[in-house]
């Protein structure tokens, strides 16, 4: 089973209605809320700068350390 490293655990994360968690701080990863597997990874092409936060509709928003905002659904 692979799991998120140590240093990803350092930020802080959301957790889905469908209880995914979401966490940065480089790369965002989808944890099994259950296991903690990584259900999937989005490559960023900067380092994530805020919390992700979850819109009622389900999409994922990370800041960025560039100023952008990354928007995932």
């Given at each position: 089973?692979?799991?998120?490293?140590?240093?990803?655990?350092?930020?802080?994360?959301?957790?889905?209605?469908?209880?995914?968690?979401?966490?940065?701080?480089?790369?965002?990863?989808?944890?099994?809320?259950?296991?903690?597997?990584?259900?999937?990874?989005?490559?960023?092409?900067?380092?994530?700068?805020?919390?992700?936060?979850?819109?009622?509709?389900?999409?994922?928003?990370v800041g960025m350390?560039?100023?952008?905002?990354?928007?995932?659904?």
């Amino acid at each position: 089973m692979a799991t998120a490293g140590a240093e990803t655990m350092a930020a802080s994360p959301v957790i889905a209605s469908d209880g995914t968690i979401y966490v940065g701080p480089g790369d965002i990863y989808a944890l099994d809320g259950k296991t903690g597997a990584i259900k999937s990874t989005f490559k960023t092409r900067f380092a994530v700068h805020s919390s992700p936060a979850i819109d009622t509709d389900g999409t994922l928003y990370v800041g960025m350390i560039d100023g952008s905002v990354c928007a995932l659904k």
